[in-house]
Nanobody, 122 residues
Framework: QVQLVESGGGLVQAGGSLRLSCAASGRTFSRYAMGWFRQAPGKEREFVAA????????YYAGSLKGRFAISRDNAKNTVYLQMNSLKHEDTAVYYC???????????????WGQGTQVTVSS
């Protein structure tokens, strides 16, 4: 199995940027696809972005493409989410996700982190 720990969340003004990190541990990280979801208060968890092991394939929620970018560094067992031009409606808990394929992660994979809070002030 794999354990996921998010970091990098915090308070940022609208229009600003944040870079989230998700550090993976465990012997099964190699070849795993990774992704990000988010959940705002009172709303369902929603897909943000996903990336395969080789970084050759990425997926984004349509409303976020162009502002958010997912990347990974397999040598560091870490996946990143660069968030630019942040809006108040981006405020949510952001969760890291992993599974054996990028298609599975896009739908919500088997492994989840505990989440990191992102708050965007208006």
């Amino acid at each position: 199995q794999v354990q996921l720990v998010e970091s990098g969340g915090g308070l940022v003004q609208a229009g600003g940027s944040l870079r989230l990190s998700c550090a993976a541990s465990g012997r099964t990280f190699s070849r795993y696809a990774m992704g990000w979801f988010r959940q705002a208060p009172g709303k369902e968890r929603e897909f943000v972005a996903a990336i395969n092991w080789s970084s050759s394939t990425t997926y984004y929620a349509g409303s976020l493409k162009g502002r958010f970018a997912i990347s990974r560094d397999n040598a560091k067992n870490t996946v990143y989410l660069q968030m630019n031009s942040l809006k108040h409606e981006d405020t949510a808990v952001y969760y890291c996700n992993a599974d054996s394929s990028v298609v599975s992660v896009r739908a919500g994979g088997d492994y989840w982190g505990q989440g990191t809070q992102v708050t965007v002030s208006s």
